[in-house]
């Protein structure tokens, strides 16, 4: 239980920001593009443009 208080009463780092704000974006985006009428395709869309995004954030801004 301490440990969950000291994860949950830190402040954020890099890497975990980006993985949280690109997690928005992606959602965004597979929202209002993604309409595949599957959500088996259209989750895997939604991770892909996940991944990507993460992948391009983490290039400006690399987690310490």
């Known amino acids: 239980m301490e440990q969950l208080r000291t ?3 830190s ?3 890099a890497g975990t920001a980006v993985t949280l704000s ?3 974006v992606a959602f965004v985006i597979a929202e209002q593009l993604y309409k595949f009428r599957s959500f088996t395709l259209e989750a895997a869309a939604f991770l892909v443009t996940w ?3 993460r992948r ?3 290039y400006f801004v690399p987690p310490k």
């Open 22 to 24: 690109t997690m928005a």
């Open 11 to 13: 402040r954020l780092d």
């Open 7 to 9: 994860v949950l009463g």
């Open 51 to 53: 991944w990507v995004l």
């Open 56 to 58: 391009i954030a983490l």
